[in-house]
């Protein structure tokens, strides 16, 4: 199924499976290289000085604005049957 981007009017298509695999595969990567770049050892012990309320809490507020994003994009990349944030194309 396809829908019309707003702004534009070119045809968008849903992206694959394989696409998101492919994503969540390449974001995993980067944070297996920065982990081991930052020497696992040393991770583990700078979150024995955080208080789990303060990761807890900041895990909490990460959780929203990760959805929000992610709303966001869904809306303006044409998935949605509304305009892009009240903008029309152009005529």
Same mark, same amino acid.
């Given at each position: 199924?396809?829908?019309?981007?707003?702004?534009?009017?070119?045809? +968008?298509?849903?992206? &694959? #499976?394989?696409?998101? $695999? @492919? =994503?969540?595969? !390449?974001? *995993?990567?980067?944070?297996? %290289?920065? /982990?081991?770049?930052?020497?696992?050892?040393?991770?583990?012990?700078? +979150?024995?000085?955080? &208080? #789990?309320?303060?990761? $807890? @809490? =900041?895990?909490? !507020?990460? *959780?929203?604005?990760?959805? %929000?994003? /992610?709303?966001?994009?869904?809306?303006?990349?044409?998935?949605?049957?509304?305009?892009?944030?009240?903008?029309?194309?152009?005529?």
């Amino acid at each position: 199924m396809s829908a019309i981007h707003p702004l534009t009017g070119t045809r +968008l298509s849903r992206p &694959s #499976p394989a696409s998101w $695999l @492919l =994503a969540a595969g !390449l974001g *995993v990567a980067a944070i297996a %290289v920065l /982990a081991w770049l930052a020497h696992p050892h040393q991770l583990a012990e700078s +979150l024995d000085d955080v &208080s #789990p309320r303060y990761l $807890l @809490l =900041a895990l909490a !507020l990460n *959780v929203p604005l990760v959805l %929000v994003r /992610a709303l966001r994009a869904r809306r303006c990349s044409g998935w949605c049957r509304s305009s892009c944030w009240g903008r029309r194309p152009a005529a």
